[in-house]
């Protein structure tokens, strides 16, 4: 169902409040660059800054805004599996194609707690679901066992996985296990070059909201098996990967997203502040080794 290259959408805040016309210039931007997809409300959209409101707002606004063209897969995931499946039902009154959802951080369930919290967003949602695996931040890891559970109880509703675990026998477990059709897809920019050469079919990047092109153009290449030409792009990116997380995440893209737009907000919310001096010096250089500015 999902493929290629799907940003994970920065949320442009402008005097602490979401900048509606910034966001739908960049959900434009963003399709005609190529990109296959589009997640609103993930890790990089500072969802957890958000009120319930204001994160359901931004999903409008992106399906709104997208028009169809590609499809949105928004962020739904929380702690709570109420307000998780409350995301969800919002999602897809807005006309969301899928749901995205991390399994409970904080909370640390066991791998029974992290399937019955599945079972209820699956059986009640109504939506496809995407899973994110992302132990670095929720703590809560999906165990390859857990996710062969759902998509085995829910084969026509759980469709696919983020992973960012950055263990890449996973894909080949995944594969094993829950089939060819199970869309798996890199969470981890720098690894994405052999997570598709393991049988991953893209990526939910934080580089494409910078290199929105680019990363599209790498994508089709590996789609094609052309893994040479790809890694020639994986060359041009790979320092952008890494300076985008030489600070906390999202200050350092939101800094990039300023250089390649100018007069793209860069404002973050607090605990978030602005990449470092040394953060901003690595983006510039990598920025200019990409090619994507002088």
């Given at each position: 169902?999902?493929s290629?290259?799907?940003?994970?959408?920065?949320?442009?805040?402008?005097?602490?409040?979401?900048d509606?016309?910034?966001?739908?210039?960049l959900?434009?931007?963003q399709?005609?660059?190529?990109?296959?997809a589009l997640?609103?409300?993930?890790t990089?959209?500072?969802?957890?800054?958000?009120t319930?409101?204001?994160?359901?707002?931004?999903?409008?606004?992106?399906?709104?805004?997208?028009?169809?063209?590609?499809?949105?897969?928004?962020?739904?995931g929380?702690?709570?599996?109420?307000?998780?499946?409350?995301?969800i039902?919002?999602a897809?009154?807005?006309?969301?194609?899928?749901?995205?959802?991390v399994?409970?951080?904080?909370?640390?369930?066991?791998?029974?707690?992290?399937?019955?919290?599945?079972?209820?967003?699956a059986?009640?949602?109504?939506?496809?679901?995407?899973?994110?695996?992302?132990?670095?931040r929720?703590?809560?890891?999906?165990?390859?066992?857990?996710?062969?559970?759902?998509?085995?109880?829910?084969?026509?509703?759980?469709?696919?996985?983020?992973?960012?675990?950055?263990?890449?026998a996973?894909?080949?477990?995944?594969?094993a296990?829950?089939?060819?059709?199970f869309?798996?897809l890199?969470?981890?920019?720098?690894?994405?070059?052999?997570?598709?050469?393991?049988?991953?079919v893209?990526?939910?990047?934080?580089?494409?909201?910078?290199?929105?092109?680019?990363?599209?153009?790498?994508?089709d290449?590996?789609?094609a098996?052309?893994?040479?030409?790809?890694?020639?792009i994986?060359?041009?990116?790979?320092?952008?990967?890494?300076?985008?997380?030489?600070?906390?995440?999202?200050?350092?893209?939101?800094?990039?997203?300023?250089?390649?737009?100018?007069?793209?907000?860069?404002?973050?919310?607090?605990p978030?502040?602005?990449?470092?001096?040394?953060?901003?010096?690595?983006?510039?250089?990598?920025?200019?080794?990409?090619?994507?500015?002088?």
């Open positions: 169902m999902f290629g290259s799907i940003p994970a959408l920065v949320t442009p805040f402008a005097d602490g409040r979401f509606e016309a910034s966001f739908r210039a959900v434009d931007w399709i005609e660059s190529g990109s296959s997640v609103p409300c993930g990089t959209g500072e969802a957890a800054t958000m319930i409101e204001e994160h359901d707002h931004v999903v409008r606004v992106c399906v709104d805004q997208a028009r169809g063209r590609v499809p949105v897969i928004a962020g739904c929380s702690n709570d599996t109420a307000v998780a499946l409350h995301h039902h919002a897809k009154a807005a006309g969301a194609t899928a749901a995205l959802l399994p409970p951080y904080y909370n640390r369930p066991n791998q029974e707690g992290v399937f019955r919290h599945f079972e209820v967003l059986s009640q949602g109504g939506l496809p679901i995407v899973l994110y695996n992302v132990p670095g929720t703590i809560t890891d999906i165990a390859v066992e857990t996710v062969e559970r759902i998509v085995k109880a829910f084969p026509d509703v759980v469709v696919g996985i983020k992973d960012a675990t950055g263990q890449m996973r894909v080949a477990e995944h594969r296990r829950c089939g060819t059709g869309a798996q890199s969470g981890n920019d720098d690894m994405t070059l052999a997570f598709m050469a393991m049988g991953g893209g990526a939910i990047s934080v580089t494409a909201n910078v290199a929105p092109a680019m990363c599209a153009e790498f994508q290449a590996c789609a098996g052309d893994f040479a030409r790809a890694l020639t994986q060359d041009r990116l790979f320092p952008l990967h890494a300076a985008l997380f030489s600070d906390a995440s999202p200050g350092p893209v939101k800094y990039a997203m300023g250089r390649v737009r100018p007069g793209f907000p860069t404002d973050l919310r607090l978030m502040t602005p990449a470092s001096e040394a953060s901003r010096a690595a983006v510039d250089a990598a920025l200019a080794h990409a090619g994507l500015v002088r």
